[in-house]
């Protein structure tokens, strides 16, 4: 008999334990240990009545019409002395205060710094200077002779790893893949440059996007920017530490279970999963595909989260998914800051509330109580299947990945972390109906969420269940299933309908570690997920706190 410790998993133990499930007999056991830790096996004893036929395709469903909501005109949130969005480094541009050049010579100025610091809180994994210092100088000369492209002209981004860059490689957190560099840029990169965007570099993430805890033994990764003692959430754990910390305004990350919405909230900052096809897929690094990733932006404020989607959203033809989406109207998302939440009615699902550390909801339950304040109502609401999601998109994630790795596995698979070859080793040994049974339950979990937003505009969630965990010096690195359950607790809801889900800073728990509050959408309604985030921001209840080693752009 296999008897696993029930918490984090590191140096000998670890080891031990990959070598148990990838050399003997006892992986089947462990495996069923793991599934159990993760709520797997209690999928199997749910009613059929929960299972629906096998679904054709992954689309999200809109709930509603799309429907015109009364506006306040409250314009976009009051800038306060911190963060430094795109909006104020835009201001300061036109102004005269600083220059395109400056402000990106100070991001990686900073960005080195914070590398250095031990322990270590560098946001970037690759620096494309040459390139954005000729963008640099592009963007000033357009804004001296008043044509700036957009807000976002000049403007620091840093993409997260996983996502084509011209020019860098696509490595995806791995140590084995080469570094080739990408031919041509992703799609949503090729449109921030477009409107101006100047593109840092790449920041580091977990490998392949599989941990939402932040560590990953093939990177220098950074720490938690509010405590270096903590682990700063992934996978776009760079991304979120470079928002963070000032070295840029906002950053593009990706979200299959979490990855952008965990490490936003971890770090005290914004962040938005759209829907499902909303910023095209093409040029994303794993090819293969999946049915739960989304890209989108983290971001200093509800107003940098609306500007990276209006320049990166849109349809193309090589993404099907994104073909579905309705035109965005120009300035529409940025519009939506400014109508206030009155008449909006936000479903509470009070058993998943309840799953969440008390000092973790009770800023979220504050936050809420402004809202009803601003106009609001909260609605009781049941989603049966809530509770399961977590279990479901474990599943799903995990055997789309273990076919994508298909040929990684047979060739590579000493190279991948501990914690990488302890989840494929077990995957593998899932059994053949666990992929199909888990889709038809998404089905069901799809159509009960669709049901409750045709009541009520959006479903509020703690972002997470936890706030960041200690951090792991062993070399090995580790794993750790509860804590990886309590950060993707409520995260999976939004990646298995493929509904817009946003978060939002709203405080700290009994620790001082930062907590968020997130909003779920209908089907391609962004702007009403906005709304909420901007008048937490516009109360204060929603607020970015300022990192001990911060920067800021604007000041030399």
Same mark, same amino acid.
Request: proline share 7%; hydrophobic share 40%.
């Given at each position: 008999?296999?008897?696993?410790?029930?918490?984090?998993?590191?140096?000998?133990?670890?080891?031990?334990?990959?070598?148990?499930?990838?050399?003997?007999?006892?992986?089947? +056991?462990?495996?069923?240990?793991?599934?159990?830790?993760?709520?797997?096996?209690? +999928?199997?004893?749910?009613?059929?009545?929960?299972?629906?036929?096998?679904?054709?395709?992954? +689309?999200?469903?809109?709930?509603?019409?799309?429907?015109?909501?009364?506006? @306040?005109?409250?314009?976009?949130?009051?800038?306060?002395?911190?963060?430094?969005?795109?909006?104020?480094?835009?201001?300061?541009?036109?102004?005269?205060?600083?220059?395109?050049?400056?402000?990106?010579?100070?991001?990686?100025?900073?960005?080195?710094?914070?590398?250095?610091? !031990?322990?270590?809180?560098?946001?970037?994994?690759?620096?494309?200077?040459?390139?954005?210092?000729?963008?640099?100088?592009?963007?000033?000369?357009?804004?001296?002779?008043?044509?700036?492209?957009?807000? +976002?002209?000049?403007?620091?981004?840093?993409? !997260?790893?996983?996502?084509?860059?011209?020019?860098?490689?696509?490595?995806?957190?791995?140590?084995?893949?080469?570094?080739?560099?990408?031919?041509?840029?992703?799609?949503?990169?090729?449109?921030?440059?477009?409107?101006?965007?100047?593109?840092?570099?790449?920041?580091?993430?977990?490998?392949?996007?599989?941990?939402?805890?932040?560590?990953?033994?093939?990177?220098?990764?950074?720490?938690?920017?509010?405590?270096?003692?903590?682990?700063?959430?992934?996978?776009?754990?760079? $991304?979120?530490?470079?928002?963070?910390?000032?070295?840029?305004?906002?950053?593009?990350?990706?979200?299959?279970?979490?990855?952008?919405?965990?490490?936003?909230?971890?770090?005290?900052?914004?962040?938005? !999963?759209?829907?499902?096809?909303?910023?095209?897929?093409?040029?994303?690094?794993?090819?293969?595909?999946?049915?739960?990733?989304?890209?989108?932006?983290?971001?200093?404020?509800?107003?940098?989260?609306?500007?990276?989607?209006?320049? %990166?959203?849109?349809?193309?033809?090589?993404?099907?998914?994104?073909?579905?989406?309705?035109?965005?109207?120009?300035?529409?998302? *940025?519009?939506?800051?400014?109508?206030?939440?009155?008449?909006?009615?936000?479903?509470?699902?009070?058993?998943?509330?309840? @799953?969440?550390?008390?000092?973790?909801?009770?800023? %979220?339950?504050?936050?809420?109580?402004?809202?009803?304040?601003?106009?609001?109502?909260?609605?009781?609401?049941?989603?049966?299947?809530?509770?399961?999601?977590?279990?479901?998109?474990?599943?799903?994630? %995990?055997?789309?990945?273990?076919?994508?790795?298909?040929?990684?596995?047979? $060739?590579?698979?000493?190279?991948?972390?501990?914690?990488?070859?302890?989840?494929? $080793?077990?995957?593998?040994?899932?059994?053949?109906?666990?992929?199909?049974?888990?889709?038809?339950?998404?089905?069901?979990?799809?159509?009960?969420?669709?049901?409750?937003?045709? $009541? *009520?505009?959006?479903?509020?969630?703690?972002?997470?269940?936890?706030?960041?965990?200690?951090?792991?010096?062993?070399?090995?690195?580790?794993?750790?299933?509860?804590?990886?359950?309590?950060?993707?607790?409520?995260?999976?809801?939004?990646?298995?309908?493929?509904?817009?889900?946003?978060?939002?800073?709203?405080?700290?728990?009994?620790?001082?570690?930062?907590?968020?509050?997130?909003?779920?959408?209908?089907?391609?309604?962004?702007?009403?997920?906005?709304?909420?985030?901007?008048?937490?921001?516009?109360?204060?209840?929603?607020?970015?706190?300022?990192?001990?080693?911060?920067?800021?752009?604007?000041?030399?």
């Amino acid at each position: 008999m296999v008897d696993l410790p029930t918490g984090r998993l590191s140096g000998r133990a670890l080891r031990a334990l990959v070598t148990a499930v990838r050399r003997t007999p006892a992986r089947r +056991l462990i495996t069923h240990v793991l599934r159990s830790q993760l709520g797997i096996d209690a +999928l199997s004893a749910l009613r059929d009545e929960l299972r629906q036929n096998l679904p054709t395709d992954f +689309l999200p469903i809109q709930a509603r019409e799309r429907r015109e909501r009364a506006s @306040r005109e409250l314009g976009v949130p009051p800038r306060r002395d911190w963060p430094c969005t795109a909006s104020a480094i835009a201001r300061a541009y036109r102004e005269q205060r600083a220059s395109p050049e400056q402000v990106i010579e100070r991001a990686f100025g900073a960005a080195r710094a914070f590398s250095n610091l !031990k322990p270590c809180l560098g946001p970037l994994y690759t620096y494309d200077e040459l390139r954005a210092r000729g963008a640099a100088r592009d963007a000033a000369e357009r804004i001296a002779q008043g044509r700036a492209r957009s807000v +976002l002209d000049g403007i620091p981004i840093a993409i !997260k790893e996983e996502v084509d860059v011209s020019g860098l490689p696509t490595r995806l957190g791995t140590g084995w893949m080469p570094s080739a560099p990408a031919s041509a840029d992703s799609t949503a990169v090729a449109r921030l440059r477009a409107h101006g965007a100047v593109i840092l570099g790449h920041t580091p993430m977990t490998e392949y996007g599989m941990s939402p805890l932040g560590g990953n033994t093939h990177r220098v990764m950074p720490r938690n920017a509010h405590d270096p003692t903590r682990l700063p959430g992934g996978s776009s754990s760079g $991304s979120a530490v470079a928002v963070a910390l000032g070295v840029c305004p906002v950053a593009l990350g990706a979200d299959g279970g979490g990855s952008i919405r965990i490490p936003a909230c971890f770090n005290g900052v914004f962040g938005i !999963k759209p829907t499902f096809g909303r910023v095209p897929l093409t040029g994303h690094g794993l090819r293969g595909g999946s049915s739960v990733t989304h890209l989108g932006p983290i971001g200093a404020s509800s107003e940098d989260l609306a500007l990276f989607l209006e320049a %990166a959203a849109g349809p193309h033809e090589h993404d099907r998914a994104s073909a579905a989406q309705p035109p965005l109207l120009e300035s529409e998302l *940025v519009h939506a800051l400014g109508r206030g939440v009155s008449g909006l009615s936000i479903g509470i699902e009070e058993s998943e509330w309840a @799953r969440a550390a008390s000092d973790v909801t009770a800023p %979220a339950r504050q936050a809420l109580v402004e809202l009803e304040r601003a106009g609001a109502t909260l609605e009781p609401v049941r989603i049966e299947l809530a509770r399961h999601a977590a279990a479901i998109g474990y599943l799903t994630i %995990a055997l789309e990945m273990l076919a994508v790795l298909r040929e990684v596995k047979k $060739s590579h698979l000493d190279e991948l972390g501990l914690d990488m070859q302890l989840l494929v $080793s077990t995957v593998e040994a899932y059994r053949a109906d666990d992929y199909l049974d888990a889709q038809r339950l998404r089905g069901e979990l799809r159509r009960e969420v669709a049901e409750v937003l045709r $009541s *009520v505009d959006v479903l509020a969630l703690p972002t997470t269940a936890i706030s960041a965990p200690p951090a792991d010096d062993s070399p090995d690195g580790f794993v750790d299933a509860p804590a990886l359950d309590g950060v993707c607790r409520f995260a999976f809801l939004g990646n298995l309908t493929g509904l817009p889900a946003g978060t939002a800073p709203i405080g700290s728990d009994a620790q001082g570690l930062p907590v968020g509050v997130q909003f779920l959408g209908d089907a391609w309604d962004e702007a009403v997920v906005l709304q909420l985030l901007a008048e937490l921001e516009r109360s204060g209840a929603a607020e970015v706190r300022r990192p001990a080693a911060a920067v800021n752009l604007l000041e030399t």
